[in-house]
């Protein structure tokens, strides 16, 4: 069984900074694709972005390209989302999730496990 749980969300205003974490367990986690989503109040879920199990590749909604970066510590069996300049747009549950894969791909969908999710709320 995978369990995921992020940790990292809270309270920011525009402009600010917060890292999500995202600790995974799992047998042999990199043979894991990782991705972040979010869901926004009266809205569905949303791709933001995600990483081959190996790290070398890595995508990006348009919305947060070149201000949200992922990375994995294979190591700690941990994914990260950094993210800068915050919007009050990006006010969201953010939920990481993990995808079985044979290659170095980068999903944006079909992800088979599933965290809770952590509240990220930015202010104007």
């Known amino acids: 069984q995978v369990q995921l749980v992020e940790s990292g969300g809270g309270l920011v205003q525009a402009g600010g900074s917060l890292r999500l974490s995202c600790a995974v367990s799992a047998r042999a986690f990199v043979m894991y694709a990782m991705g972040w989503f979010r869901q926004a109040p009266g809205k569905d879920r949303e791709f933001v972005a995600a990483?081959?199990?190996?790290?070398?590749?890595?995508d990006y909604a348009n919305s947060v390209n070149d201000r949200f970066t992922i990375s994995r510590d294979n190591a700690k069996n941990t994914v990260y989302l950094q993210m800068n300049g915050l919007k009050p747009e990006d006010t969201a549950v953010y939920s990481c999730?993990?995808?079985?894969?044979?290659?170095?791909?980068?999903?944006?969908?079909?992800?088979?496990?599933w965290g809770q999710g952590t509240q990220v709320t930015v202010s104007s």
């Open positions: 990483i081959s199990r190996g790290g070398r590749y890595t």
């Open positions: 999730a993990a995808e079985r894969v044979l290659t170095e791909n980068v999903p944006r969908s079909g992800y088979d496990y």
